[in-house]
Nanobody
Framework: QVQLVESGGGLVQAGGSLTLSCAAS????????MAWFRQAPGKEREFVAG????????NFANSVKGRFTISRDNAKNTVVLQMNSLKPEDTAVYYC?????????????????WGQGTQVTVSS
């Protein structure tokens, strides 16, 4: 079965950095667009960053532009979210997501598979 396993979450001070990784299995990884979403307590899940199957196109939420980057390695079936200059408002559970509409940046409603999530906590 399809598995998306996130790692790299944790506690960091404001201004610090974290690298989230997502390892995919059970699917043809290069046939999927990938994305990261996050959900803070009491809030709806929201898009953070996405990348098309080839890595040619990426997109970011306005709140993270210039601070986060997303990349993928189709040979290793992994997608990475590099988070820099972290702020307390970045605190959330971060979810890896896969969308078989590989040429488009994933949207919340279009996701086919979700990971279990990893907690990111940014202290002030």
């Amino acid at each position: 079965q399809v598995q998306l396993v996130e790692s790299g979450g944790g506690l960091v001070q404001a201004g610090g950095s974290l690298t989230l990784s997502c390892a995919a299995s059970g699917l043809t990884f290069s046939s999927y667009a990938m994305a990261w979403f996050r959900q803070a307590p009491g809030k709806e899940r929201e898009f953070v960053a996405g990348i098309t199957w080839s890595g040619r196109y990426t997109n970011f939420a306005n709140s993270v532009k210039g601070r986060f980057t997303i990349s993928r390695d189709n040979a290793k079936n992994t997608v990475v979210l590099q988070m820099n200059s972290l702020k307390p408002e970045d605190t959330a559970v971060y979810y890896c997501a896969a969308d078989r509409e590989s040429y488009y940046i994933p949207t919340l409603r279009g996701v086919d598979y979700w990971g279990q999530g990893t907690q990111v906590t940014v202290s002030s």
